[in-house]
């Protein structure tokens, strides 16, 4: 009985350190946020750097030629919205499911060989050093397949090309707001909004108090209280592994 209660109250002993240390690690990154500074930082301070990363640039570059062909080709219908306003309806559904099961897939090994992707490798290291500014975009090696993939599969899917055309459009607009939201989220840039601010809130729970939560990004947390992962964080235990993605070395 002695052992068992010496086990316990190490084990409890070991979460409330784990617990001030993540504790710690959300004031400061709040604080950073609060603290006066000779030169404030602006959104459009935020906003032109934003453009010195490709990502920005390659979904942009997407945008405006799909943009000039749906223009150039015409025949605009009604019928060429509802793909797209399905697209945003789910996005929330839809960057929960990509954050749960691609960008935090754990590395399998198969037949002796270790499956792995670039988005989950780098979402890890993203989580190691959220401040780690290029670590904060889709790697652009990943983007390119991505971009030209889901083009691809747009223009065989769809009857006209007009319809195709919109829907690749809309996604590119998401893709760059996605890009835009949580760049801003890690920059220094402070909250002034109810609504970012919470957006801001939840994504910094994520990563400093338990990865196993708050997984939506663009939206006050709309899919996670659907899918049951927005819990009041009082009742949470500050996860280990959050800065270290399935307690891997």
Known sequence: MNLRRAIRRVRESADRASDEVAQARVRADEAAQSVPR?????????FRAFWHYPSPWMISGALVTVLACRIVLGDWRV???YAPVILLLLFPLLEW??????LHWRPRRVAGVVLDTLLARKHREH??????????????????RVIVGYNAVALVAFPRLGQ?????????????????THYLIHSDYRPRSRAYKAVWRNHRLHHYKNEHYWFTVTTTATADRLLG???DPATVRTSPTAKNLHGAA
């Open 127 to 144: 989580h190691v050093d959220p401040r780690d500014v290029p670590l904060v975009f889709i790697p652009w090696r990943a983007l390119i």
């Open 164 to 180: 195709a055309l919109t829907f690749m459009l809309t996604v590119a607009v998401t893709g760059l707001v996605y890009e835009w």
């Open 38 to 46: 000779r030169t404030d930082v602006t959104l459009g301070g935020v």
């Open 79 to 81: 019928t060429d919205a």
């Open 229 to 231: 992962t927005f819990p």
């Open 97 to 102: 499911l990509i954050h749960v099961f691609v």
